[in-house]
């Protein structure tokens, strides 16, 4: 009797789910041939061969070696399983183990250690292992990376089409192969690296974003990986984060717009017909991930539904509206509730009320987190039925084959409806379909030409340029003067690690110092542009080779002391090693004290210093700030950053770069720039313009000097009173009053004077980036529609209110008028 309850509950909700989406028009338009190519593709599928669309595994499963940590839950991982593991490795001398597990770090490191180990062995498929995962569990994804590290295109091709030739062969149905090539071809070796997520958001230029995506998707289509997992659009909101820099900044419409542009240069403009040079994106993470009560990844957020509807939601509507075709989802749990069990937030505002039909992938392994972890589950095959009929189509699982096992017992015993099963089997078929792999799953390098090229390079090394924020400049001493002699000192002078960040060849970024030996240093590009005769390299401090990514060596401060006595110049390299995840995890946010020590004593020499923050996250520097003459923010560049900071201190390129986030200056005192109005938290806020903040801040969201200047006037807007169906324009005057060319990223933000919800102090409505001669004057227009001005009220529904609202633009301010208040009775507006 149960069991029939629970089937008439599914079929009821099938019912709803299909009146629903018949209400709104498809996020993508349905393409009826490939529908019916899907329908009678189902018919002939076994439950066997639905359940294993579902399964998406690691690489790993596959390889012809020995995976030590395979088979083991980390959650129930004894001392003795571990011990056994470092005999084998012969690592006891440096993990030696008692009786208790060791630390969350010294497992890292030791992880770390075996995969390096392992990583020396060529990668070869094991036929026997493919056998059992394809062709009797009729697998149909495949994620990760060989041996944890970049493989070459003609390597990734030779595995790719083995495992599509055993697919095709075993179910017809070929495998979607996922890969996080999150910042160009992040584990593809010899291809294009661009600046990580957070640089692309300073750069405020919605070209560059989806022209850094379009390439990323060419030269990953070169490796025949048809799936990628971004973009990462969660919002960087608390900069204890450790993966802030993943993320566009804090803004929700930031985020936004470079995530539809970002979608739209992996894909292309049509989804239903991705085109053999770009790749599916994967949106993630699906979301409320940036905002964590207590800072660390992966744990619990406490999220209104005012915010996550009025801003978390915002990125992910607008790239599903674009087109995208998946969307992998967050970790944690919000509010008491896993992400990966909540039907409201997976079924119904993103399939029903939106009525999207892409696929809904987990994250890593994160199904078993629900018994493991946040015990809403008793065990495995419980975790699995909340989470498929919650919503989720394919589990990331990664290791363990039970799933498939589980779930087919979950839908012969009626615990889930096999319409849910075919729901989900719909969705990831209709993406490989999409996807053109059922006529071609593989793809052959040699059309590929450009991989790699210096046309890719050149666009990679643009967007350094323009990412990079120029935070302070006293008396102008910069550009530098040329044939002057320059100390290049700090931690992160001489190392491609810190310029890229995690993701880069590998997970922590650990290989970028081995494997992008061909590009450049900040080092190596200053003695390139300024000569060798006007370098001196004494670093002063160093971090750890092979600890944690945190770790200093004993620091050798006066030897850079004493270097800096025959220079003009002091250019330190400061800030964070690379990391991701969980790893990344701090428990201070200011710099470490060598750091702040090596600038210190730099700072006595009386030679001036220009502090370059090479960091993914704002650590505190507010001791160190007022020693500095000059400040440059260069967060994670990429490959071409060093070329990109010299050519912005040589002055042969101008700053244009703006922060997509706040810079704290206190611990205590962290903060957004869309603020309550009661969040008096200091004194007033100093910027390039004062937007009346009355919190202590070291520099605001949007903060960004240059070599000239630039001057607004003349702010108007045709419709000084609107309703919400009406299009404001407005249009402002920007002169480049200073001596070089440069350009401007041009913010519009809003003021909603009275509420009946407490407004925020303003918010970002629209942007544009202008270039100007020195003396020239541009009108530039932003636009924006009277129901972008809505916000989400108490009862969660969007409200836009009679009333006014002031427009800021620079330092020009005009004001509007609604005349009509309006409620919106559907979830989105």
């Not at 989806?210 to 990462?232: L, M």
């Not at 589980?406 to 729901?423: C, F, P, W």
Request: proline share 5%; aromatic share 8%; with cysteine.
């Amino acid at each position: 009797m149960y069991k029939k309850i629970i089937i008439s509950i599914a079929l009821l909700g099938l019912v709803w789910s299909a009146s629903a989406q018949s209400r709104v028009a498809p996020a993508i338009p349905r393409d009826k041939q490939m529908e019916q190519q899907i329908e009678a593709l189902l018919q002939k599928m076994t439950l066997d061969e639905k359940v294993g669309q579902m399964t998406e595994l690691a690489i790993d499963l596959l390889q012809k070696r020995n995976n030590p940590f395979a088979g083991l839950n980390p959650q129930t991982m004894t001392v003795n399983d571990l011990k056994k593991i470092i005999r084998d490795y012969q690592l006891e001398k440096d993990f030696p183990l008692e009786n208790e597990m060791p630390s969350q770090e010294m497992m890292m490191a030791l992880y770390q250690r075996i995969q390096a180990v392992e990583g020396a062995k060529e990668f070869q498929l094991d036929e026997e292992k493919l056998e059992t995962v394809i062709g009797q569990y009729k697998v149909g994804s495949i994620l990760n990376v060989p041996n944890g590290v970049a493989q070459t295109p003609e390597k990734w091709q030779e595995i790719i089409q083995r495992i599509q030739e055993k697919s095709m062969e075993a179910i017809g149905i070929p495998c979607v192969y996922g890969v996080d090539q999150i910042h160009g071809t992040t584990y593809t070796l010899g291809g294009t690296l661009f600046p990580q997520s957070i640089n692309m958001g300073a750069a405020f230029n919605r070209e560059l974003t989806r022209e850094g995506a379009r390439i990323s998707a060419y030269e990953t289509k070169a490796g025949s990986i048809p799936w990628t997992y971004a973009p990462v659009t969660d919002l960087g909101r608390d900069p204890r984060w450790s993966r802030i820099w993943e993320s566009y900044g804090e803004d929700s419409y930031l985020n936004a717009e470079m995530g539809r542009e970002s979608v739209l240069g992996f894909q292309g403009d049509n989804p239903n017909r991705i085109g053999e040079n770009s790749v599916a994106a994967c949106m993630k993470h699906y979301m409320g991930y940036g905002v964590p009560v207590s800072g660390k990844d992966r744990t619990p957020s406490s999220i209104t539904v005012q915010d996550m509807r009025e801003k978390h939601f915002a990125p992910f509507l607008e790239m599903v509206n674009a087109g995208a075709l998946s969307i992998m989802v967050n970790s944690g749990i919000n509010n008491g509730l896993p992400f990966h069990a909540n039907h409201e937030l997976l079924t119904e505002w993103l399939k029903e009320d939106l009525n999207w039909d892409g696929v809904i992938v987990t994250d890593w392994a994160d199904i078993n987190n629900l018994y493991t972890r946040d015990r809403i589950a008793k065990d495995k095959k419980e975790a699995i039925k909340i989470a498929i009929n919650a919503g989720i189509d394919m589990s990331m699982d990664p290791y363990d084959l039970n799933f498939c096992t589980l779930l087919k017992e979950l839908v012969e015993e009626g615990e889930v409806a096999m319409s849910r099963i075919d729901d989900a089997v719909r969705r990831v078929l209709r993406m490989k379909f999409r996807l053109n792999l059922f006529e071609k799953p593989y793809y052959d390098l040699k059309d590929f030409p450009l991989f790699g090229s210096d046309e890719h390079a050149a666009v990679a090394l643009k967007a350094a340029e323009e990412s990079l924020v120029l935070l302070k400049n006293s008396d102008n001493i910069l550009p530098l003067a040329a044939g002057k002699k320059i100390l290049i000192t700090g931690p992160n002078a001489n190392s491609m690690r810190t310029l890229n960040g995690g993701w880069s060849y590998s997970w922590q970024g650990d290989k970028a110092d081995e494997l992008a030996v061909g590009h450049n240093t900040i080092l190596e590009s200053f003695t390139n542009k300024f000569g060798a005769e006007n370098i001196t390299y004494e670093p002063g401090v160093t971090y750890k080779q092979g600890g944690l990514w945190h770790e200093e060596n004993a620091p050798e401060i006066e030897k850079a002391v004493v270097a800096a006595a025959n220079v003009d110049y002091i250019i330190a390299a400061i800030g964070e090693n690379s990391y991701c995840e969980t790893p990344g995890n701090l428990t201070n946010l200011t710099l470490s004290q060598n750091q702040l020590d090596l600038v210190a004593a730099l700072a006595r020499t009386g030679k001036p210093i220009i502090l370059v923050l090479n960091e993914g996250r704002p650590r505190l520097i507010a001791d160190i700030e007022p020693l500095a003459s000059a400040i440059v923010h260069v967060m994670l560049p990429g490959n071409y950053g060093g070329d990109a900071l010299a050519n912005l201190l040589a002055g042969d390129v101008n700053f244009s770069g703006k922060l997509p986030f706040t810079y704290p200056k206190e611990i205590n005192s962290l903060i957004t720039y869309d603020y309550k109005p009661s969040e008096h938290i200091g004194q007033q806020m100093e910027g390039a313009y004062n937007y009346d903040a009355q919190v202590s801040v070291q520099w605001p969201f949007g903060y960004g000097l240059s070599y000239t200047t630039f001057e607004y006037g003349d702010l108007k807007v045709d419709r000084p009173e609107f309703a919400s169906d009406d299009e404001l324009t407005f249009t402002v005057d920007v002169t480049n009053t200073g001596n070089l060319s440069g350009k401007e990223s041009v913010l519009l933000f809003s003021s909603d004077r009275v509420a009946s919800l407490t407004p925020d102090v303003r918010r970002l409505r629209a942007f544009e980036k202008v270039a100007l001669n020195p003396g020239e004057t541009k009108t530039v227009t932003l636009k924006l529609k009277g129901a972008d001005l809505a916000f989400v009220g108490y009862d969660g529904k969007w409200i836009l209110e009679e009333g006014d609202f002031r427009i800021q633009v620079g330092d020009q301010i005009v004001d509007i008028i609604c005349t009509d208040t309006k409620k919106w009775e559907t979830p989105n507006r």
